[in-house]
């Protein structure tokens, strides 16, 4: 069965200091991963995927995951929170092209000024 | 690139009343487009794939009748909630297919008094 759990439904940090947010995932075949930003009321914008390249991929605002197969694991970084980065983060797995993906319950996260 | 847009981004109606949500792919073509229904603090529900030049597939426990979904260019979905009803209220997000990604929308807020 295809699944995404990310462990967090709340995450707080303080600004300046890094965020971490985790994302599991169980899929019979090859995925690609992806995160999501959502702010209040808005639509959902892509931060980075994963598409079987580069394991360590990159995205905008200065946010990274690492896709490790052998952890099933996919979780976001970033070095040093800013206030701007308070929002709810999906992450999504796509695991057969261009088929319905399957969501995380998402984080919320919370940044301390 | 890679831009969703949807039209109305908020709209109010009346018990009864029917209501269109547009989705278009601004700078690219989709065959697969997808329409999500987001609960308060709740992740989003996929409703319906919608194919260009085809019916599109609903998910269990979704109404058709009452949802209707047309995807007649590869860029253009609408979303019809026919005989609305205030339950119906929630924010409606549809989604574009490029290869394996989804870009979303910005998402319509709709409340039925």
């Known amino acids: 069965a295809q699944s995404v759990t990310q462990l967090d439904s709340h995450v707080s940090v303080s600004e300046g200091t890094p965020v971490l947010l985790r994302c599991n995932y169980s899929?019979?075949?090859?995925?690609?991963l992806f995160w999501y930003v959502q702010h209040p009321n808005k639509g959902l914008q892509l931060l980075l995927k994963?598409?079987?390249?580069?394991?360590l991929v990159k995205g905008i605002n200065g946010f990274e995951a690492e896709f490790k197969k052998s952890e099933t694991s996919f979780h976001l970084t970033k070095p040093s929170a800013h206030m701007s980065d308070a929002a709810e983060y999906f992450c999504?797995?796509?695991?057969?092209?261009?088929?319905?993906?399957?969501f995380g319950i998402g984080t919320k996260l919370q940044v301390i000024p | 690139g890679a831009v969703v847009s949807q039209h109305p981004s908020w709209v109010i109606c009346k018990s009864g009343t029917s209501v269109k949500i547009e989705c278009r792919s601004l700078?690219?073509?989709?065959?697969?487009m997808f329409w999500y229904r987001q609960f308060p603090k709740q992740s989003l529900m996929l409703m319906a794939t919608?194919?260009?030049?085809?019916?599109?597939?609903?998910e269990q426990g979704v109404e058709k009748d009452k949802f209707l979904i047309n995807h007649a260019s590869l860029t253009l979905s609408t979303l019809t909630v026919t005989s609305a009803h205030p339950e119906d209220s929630s924010f409606y997000i549809c989604?574009?297919?490029?290869?394996?990604?989804?870009?979303f929308g910005p998402g319509t807020r709709l409340l039925v008094l």
């Open positions: 989604s574009a297919s490029l290869g394996e990604t989804q870009y």
């Open positions: 899929s019979s075949y090859s995925p690609s």
């Open positions: 994963y598409t079987s390249a580069a394991t």
């Open positions: 999504v797995m796509n695991s057969g092209g261009y088929q319905k993906v399957t």
């Open positions: 700078d690219f073509q989709a065959t697969t």
């Open positions: 919608s194919n260009e030049g085809s019916k599109a597939t609903y």
